[in-house]
């Protein structure tokens, strides 16, 4: 090859790169060539896209919106087309996601995405303040966004993480990839609460403070409670050391960035796991440990914390809930719950469809603001019905059982047995989460669940198979 070759090469490079920005936004290009760089070694081996992803899946919020090739559709697309290269030219066994995935969630919400696409249109009339609300409820955008793109990167991430752990050695490690993916969305929690302009009493009565990051605080919440629960009881439990300490400083972490989310259902949650951990173990040193460090945390905390996370805690909150707009117990959840409630009937077998709060009767006449219930439970009956939302209680019914084998399997090592047992109760607090937050769908909120059943799914033929023995 002669000098001038790449020497020109090297020009032209840098020639696109210098329209590429002035074209477009200088940052939206350097994060394009951050995600370019690392294709060839995930060309070499599917596993590192599938670490990547673990990394900027929960974060994906508040990576800058680029609609087509963005980071995200980049990466996905990368590790699909590695994995297919790589089990296209081998006799690698491909682990597929189990049935109940596809008859118990790909078709409800399928069903309910053709049931709202005659409706998607009135979401420009009922949200008329809404920016670019034409755009938004176009059919067909709201449908790739709303459907094909939440299930597309969680779905091919849960298959292509499953894939991943049966082809390593050592599945452990995917664990040191939890702790630090959870670690990127607490840093963001503690940045903006550091950065936020007004006083802490300020900061928790601002339900909106984590917006700049792309999501409520109440999402953040949800995220870091579902990534406490695994890495507490793998810190607690039997296994190497070093992955001890390491789950241990990332849990300490999350514990913090969760208490600053102000968010009560995310500290219901998180509550969830830590008593069922202390329930669990039985250890008096550890129960006795956790006590002190409440007590001083209660101690120490600021009157704006300790109110915040009181609020509406009184005789009458609960009767009062129900005739306001909005009371201190529920934010006015009860109150839209009551409102929204007789929409279930309008459809109650297969429900009005993907995001029918939209285009239900409240929100038309202007009595509800919201684009959803704040209760999952209420959002899949309005949704899907009766029949889809049986369908998706077998499919979660499924995973807390999974979780439960799994976390007795003896031919996994101590720390996947603890962090299944970890996942499991991490997913009784997000249903219990679930009573006062919304969307069923898959989102960044939910990374961490779609993680423990991306392991989970490696081990699912082991599983089955165990219980027909037993059967």
């Not at 120490?300 to 009184?314: C, N, S, V």
Request: proline share 6%; hydrophobic share 55%.
């Amino acid at each position: 090859m002669t000098p001038a070759l790449p020497v020109t090469a090297l020009l032209l490079l840098a020639a696109a790169l210098g329209a590429a920005t002035s074209m477009f936004d200088g940052r939206l290009v350097l994060l394009m060539l951050a995600a370019m760089a690392p294709l060839p070694l995930i060309l070499r081996d599917y596993r590192v896209g599938v670490l990547l992803l673990t990394l900027v899946l929960p974060i994906s919020p508040m990576l800058p919106p680029v609609r087509g090739l963005n980071v995200l559709n980049f990466l996905t697309l990368a590790t699909l087309v590695s994995f297919a290269l790589r089990t296209g030219f081998s006799k690698e066994r491909v682990t597929w996601l189990p049935g109940r995935m596809w008859w118990g969630f790909l078709l409800p919400v399928t069903v309910a995405v053709l049931i709202a696409w005659p409706h998607i249109p009135e979401g420009a009339r009922n949200y008329p303040r809404l920016e670019n609300a034409r755009y938004l409820y176009d059919p067909m955008v709201y449908a790739v966004d709303r459907y094909a793109k939440p299930l597309l990167y969680f779905f091919s991430y849960a298959f292509l993480l499953a894939n991943a752990v049966r082809a390593s050695k050592r599945p452990e490690w995917f664990i040191v990839a939890l702790a630090a993916s959870a670690v990127l969305p607490a840093m963001a929690v503690l940045y903006t609460v550091a950065a936020y302009p007004g006083s802490f009493a300020q900061l928790t009565q601002d339900r909106e403070f984590m917006a700049p990051r792309g999501m409520h605080a109440n999402e953040f919440g949800m995220l870091l409670a579902l990534a406490s629960g695994p890495l507490l009881f793998v810190a607690g439990g039997e296994g190497e050391a070093w992955l001890k300490r390491v789950a241990l400083a990332a849990f300490a972490l999350v514990t913090l960035a969760l208490l600053l989310t102000f968010s009560r259902g995310g500290l219901v949650a998180y509550l969830i796991g830590v008593c069922a951990f202390l329930l669990h173990h039985r250890r008096l040193k550890t129960i006795v440990a956790c006590g002190l460090a409440v007590g001083l945390f209660l101690l120490a905390a600021p009157d704006a914390l300790q109110e915040r996370f009181g609020a509406g805690i009184r005789a009458g909150a609960l009767s009062d809930a129900s005739n306001v707009r909005k009371d201190e117990l529920t934010a006015g959840r009860l109150h839209g719950w009551i409102l929204l409630a007789p929409e279930v009937l309008e459809s109650p077998w297969l429900g009005g469809g993907l995001g029918s709060t939209q285009w239900s009767g409240a929100v038309a006449m202007g009595r509800y603001k919201a684009n959803h219930p704040h209760n999952i439970y209420l959002e899949l009956l309005m949704d899907l019905g009766i029949i889809g939302t049986l369908a998706m209680v077998c499919v979660v019914v499924g995973h807390l059982r999974r979780f439960r084998q799994l976390a007795r399997e003896p031919a996994l090592g101590h720390e996947m047995r603890s962090f299944f047992l970890g996942a499991r109760f991490a997913l009784w607090g997000a249903l219990a989460m679930a009573a006062t937050t919304a969307y069923y769908m898959p989102n960044a909120a939910q990374a961490y669940l779609w993680f423990a059943l991306g392991l989970a799914f490696a081990d699912w033929p082991r599983a089955e198979s165990r219980t027909e023995v037993k059967a």
